[in-house]
């Protein structure tokens, strides 16, 4: 009979979580801290507007292209290692061998059937390269995050959150607030949201992250107006 399965686990290697969170995050705090910065400098709606419409773009591109370029230099490293250590087992397949037993017996296993486990194990080569990777360098050679996912993630959810405060200028507003309270609105819920994947306390998160919106709103429009003030 098969082994009854008691429990689930979510999907903890994929490459979509930390940049799709981050990005949305960024695009939420930054493009409400630049719309303040440019509302408290006594601009007008539309100056406001495109500069929204700017840091979204701006934002939105550079997300992607950080994420992409960071992924892509991360896979290619450990590839690299995959490499290094694919050649190791064609060259050397005893001294590889005789390293994976040790392995297996510093973690408790009797020296003779610590052997006996590698050498089955080795007897396939993508097998001994996968667990090899596994064991050594902490990666699965055939899961390793995607750099497009990493990137596609990045900009669409920082494109996404960087619209919240800019939508009540796009539809008409002529003042301030109405863009603070949609995006602290939505870094609640988005810190909301977040803390259901992580197991934290909803109302935690989602304070959390509306403090440091507002903190981050309140600064720049600080800041827009001594210098709209000192340039005006």
Request: with cysteine; proline share 5%; hydrophobic share 50%.
């Amino acid at each position: 009979m098969a082994a009854e399965a008691h429990h689930d686990h979510r999907d903890v290697n994929g490459g979509w979580l930390r940049p799709a969170v981050f990005g949305a995050m960024d695009g939420l705090v930054s493009n409400l801290g630049l719309i303040s910065g440019v509302a408290g400098s006594s601009a007008s709606s539309h100056a406001i507007a495109v500069a929204g419409m700017a840091g979204l773009a701006a934002g939105a591109f550079s997300m992607a292209a950080g994420e992409y370029t960071s992924v892509a230099s991360q896979r290619e490293l450990v590839l690299a290692e995959i490499d290094i250590e694919r050649r190791e087992l064609r060259r050397h397949p005893e001294d590889e061998l005789a390293e994976l037993t040790d392995i297996y017996v510093g973690r408790g296993v009797e020296p003779g059937l610590a052997r006996e486990v590698a050498r089955q194990l080795s007897a396939d080569p993508d097998q001994a390269l996968e667990i090899h990777a596994r064991e050594e360098l902490g990666v699965a050679p055939d899961d390793l995050p995607s750099p497009m996912v990493a990137a596609v993630s990045s900009f669409g959810s920082f494109a996404v959150g960087a619209v919240l405060p800019l939508l009540p200028y796009l539809l008409g507003a002529t003042a301030l607030w109405p863009a603070v309270a949609l995006a602290l609105l939505g870094l609640f819920v988005c810190g909301a949201v977040v803390a259901r994947v992580t197991a934290r306390p909803w109302w935690f998160s989602g304070l959390r992250q509306l403090v440091l919106g507002a903190a981050a709103a309140g600064v720049t429009y600080v800041i827009g107006s001594a210098f709209g003030t000192a340039l005006g």
